[in-house]
């Protein structure tokens, strides 16, 4: 398994053009802030299949897929979150660091692990936000003007108010407890009990902001 660094694979973000990427696959038309096509993962003939170059996302609005470019290249190849990475490294001209036998590789492996929690996480976030659980947030938006497009633009996702279901979801694909109360998206109180850090909110859905975010000020709650 390659182990990057974190601030390397943020550099692959921010390099990686998401539009160049998602066009060597998708026939894309600009559209308003953003370019659209056909959904390369379902079958459809009317375009709802979003990619915004400024946020560095993609979303479809009528499977729900999305994430960022490395996500869009595991998808689209089929592959894993290392080798996406590295294809990516590659082709936007930078050189991938592969840890040697001096380099702390246990290290080096949680960081991995903790970015992928994080876009994960974030994946799950935007999927809420337009399930039934999201119904009353995505009223709430649509009240205050929000339009579909300007979700997507600002990368929004939804919290949902149960105590564990980002919890159970991330645990049933193997994170382990220690390092995903590391990564700051679930917390242990008092009693020993292990929740979901963020609850009934907006929440941002793309793996670069929910990073930034865990750390700050928490965004709106929903009434």
């Known amino acids: 398994m390659a182990l990057f660094p974190a601030a390397f694979v943020e550099d692959v973000r921010a390099r ?18 953003s370019y659209k096509g056909l959904c390369p993962f379902h079958g459809e003939k ?24 490395i996500k869009f290249v595991e998808m689209q190849e089929k592959m894993g979150f290392a080798d996406a990475v590295r ?23 949680d960081r ?5 929690i994080h876009e994960v996480a974030a994946d799950w976030f935007r999927q809420q936000l337009g399930a039934p659980a999201g119904s009353r947030a995505r009223q709430q938006l649509e009240g205050r003007g929000i339009t579909a497009e300007t979700i997507d633009t600002l990368g ?16 049933g694909l193997s ?4 390092l995903l109360l590391r990564s700051g998206l679930v917390l ?36």
């Open 188 to 223: 242990e109180r008092d009693n020993g009990q292990v929740v979901d850090r963020f609850r009934n909110r907006l929440m941002p859905s793309t793996p670069c902001m929910l990073q930034g975010f865990v750390s700050s000020i928490g965004p709106m709650n929903i009434s």
């Open 175 to 178: 994170f382990q407890v220690p």
């Open 16 to 33: 990686a053009d998401i539009v160049q990427v998602v066009q060597e696959y998708v026939s894309l038309k600009k559209a308003g802030t």
């Open 156 to 171: 929004l996702g939804y919290a949902p108010p149960s105590r564990d279901l980002l919890l159970a979801h991330l645990r």
């Open 87 to 109: 294809l990516l490294a590659r082709k936007f001209g930078l050189t991938v660091p592969e840890t040697g036998p001096d380099g702390n590789e246990a290290d080096a492996r």
């Open 112 to 116: 991995e692990a903790l970015l992928k």
């Open 46 to 69: 009317t375009p709802s299949f979003h990619v915004n170059r400024e946020k560095g996302f993609f979303h479809c609005f009528g499977c729900g897929a999305g994430g960022d470019v």
